[in-house]
């Protein structure tokens, strides 16, 4: 089991960055897969970006090249560095942890806002 906290959320003109940090619980290091979701009101979850305990990483093609994941195993904490800022980015963000299993857990979420 872990807990997710997640920080870094908050208003930004577009164009803007924002780093969001996903602090865990516990030691990260064999925790399959790590990353973010995303949602809007009326939208399904989006998976934004992914990376795994291998460190390989996957982006859904509207951040490609705009959002970069990391993780720092010291740290136990995953971070989603956004650049370029679009008004459609605007959403609320979620970090999750995926155990085999399979297990899903999810913090509480931070709030995203992109202004044009």
């Known amino acids: 089991q872990v807990q997710l906290v997640e920080s870094g959320g908050g208003l930004v003109q577009a164009g803007g960055s924002l780093r969001l940090s996903c602090a865990a619980s516990?030691?990260?290091?064999?925790?399959?897969?790590m990353g973010w979701y995303r949602q809007t009101p009326g939208k399904q979850r989006e998976l934004v970006a992914t990376?795994?305990?291998?460190?390989?990483?996957a982006y859904v093609d509207s951040v490609k090249g705009r959002f970069t994941i990391s993780r720092d195993n010291a740290k136990n904490t995953v971070y989603l560095q956004m650049n370029s800022l679009k008004p459609e980015d605007t959403a609320v963000y979620y970090c999750?942890?995926?155990?085999?299993?399979?297990?899903?857990?999810w913090g509480q979420g931070t709030q995203v806002t992109v202004s044009s």
């Open positions: 999750y942890a995926f155990f085999s299993g399979p297990r899903y857990y």
């Open positions: 516990r030691s990260i290091f064999s925790i399959n897969a």
């Open positions: 990376i795994t305990s291998g460190r390989s990483t």
